[in-house]
């Protein structure tokens, strides 16, 4: 399993692509955004006027179409969050239906930029580093073999 940046602002393809080709599963890391996404854009996914809309349509909350989105895509998710409260509200996600339609807009919205820290930084694949460009995790699955 490879945890990786994954919201509705960045869904990380590139790295989502190699996992799927590879056998390996994806877990989304800040499902709901980083620090970047609130700095640079103004606001978290779970704010975007679009998520609010289909919140609202399918009478759940904004974090749950977050979540639903990403399982949907086979994603495994695991949100963090210290709130009992909040605990129920994910896991009330698993009931939410999304249509077709709701979920290839959510997909628009990806930038292809990551809020957490910049990808093409990281030329090595170890434990510590999720952000991989594609030629290091190649190396990385070619020395395994």
């Not at 509705?8 to 080709?21: D, G, Q, S, W």
């Not at 640079?40 to 996914?45: E, F, I, V």
């Not at 698993?94 to 709701?102: F, G």
């Not at 930029?113 to 699955?141: G, H, I």
Request: hydrophobic share 35%; charged share 25%; with cysteine.
């Amino acid at each position: 399993m490879l945890q990786s940046e994954h919201h509705p602002f960045f869904c990380n393809r590139e790295v989502r692509e190699v996992c799927e080709r590879e056998g390996i599963a994806f877990m989304a890391y800040g499902p709901f955004g980083g620090p970047d996404t609130e700095r640079k854009r103004g606001k978290r996914p779970t704010d975007h006027p679009l998520l609010r809309q289909i919140a609202d349509d399918v009478g759940a909350t904004p974090a749950q179409v977050v979540l639903k989105w990403a399982m949907a895509q086979g994603i495994s998710v695991l949100p963090k969050t210290l709130r009992q409260e909040r605990l129920a509200e994910n896991l009330a996600a698993l009931s939410v239906e999304l249509s077709v339609e709701q979920l290839a807009a959510i997909n628009r919205l990806d930038t292809g930029q990551p809020s957490y820290w910049d990808p093409n930084c990281v030329d090595t694949f170890d434990s510590f580093n999720v952000y991989l460009d594609r030629e290091a995790v190649q190396r990385e699955l070619d020395q395994q073999r």
